[in-house]
């Protein structure tokens, strides 16, 4: 079965530090690109990173251009999202998603084929 498990979540204070691991398996994901997304209560889904299989060229998103930094781990099938200075407005329920989709693309949801469960990340005054 085809599994993009998303964790690391919880609850962290502003200005804090997380680090969120997807772990992949059932499928080839040292072909994917691998995404992650995120979605606050009654917002839309957020592309916030991307980490390509090819050449490992990330984009992210001005929202959390110089203080999230993706990476991937191909021996352990694991993509990682180091999350620093988190901010209130970075709560959200987070998603990993794989998909074959190119970086001026790679905010779009509809790029990718394979998507994890999410995990909450809550930031605390």
């Known amino acids: 079965d085809v599994q993009l498990q998303a964790s690391g979540g919880g609850l962290v204070q502003i200005g804090g530090s997380l680090r969120l691991s997807c772990t992949a398996s059932g499928f080839n994901y040292e072909n994917y690109a691998i995404g992650w997304f995120r979605q606050a209560p009654g917002k839309e889904r957020e592309g916030l990173s991307c980490?390509?299989?090819?050449?490992?060229?990330?984009y992210y998103a001005d929202s959390v251009k110089g203080r999230f930094t993706i990476s991937r781990d191909n021996a352990s099938n694991t993509v990682y999202l180091q999350m620093n200075d988190v901010r209130p407005e970075d709560t959200a329920v987070y998603y990993c998603?794989?998909?074959?989709?190119?970086?001026?693309?790679?905010?779009?949801?509809?790029?990718?084929?394979?998507w994890g469960q999410g995990t909450l990340v809550t930031v605390s005054s």
């Open positions: 980490i390509t299989s090819t050449d490992g060229s990330t």
């Open positions: 998603a794989a998909g074959r989709t190119i970086l001026s693309e790679s905010t779009a949801p509809r790029g990718y084929l394979y």
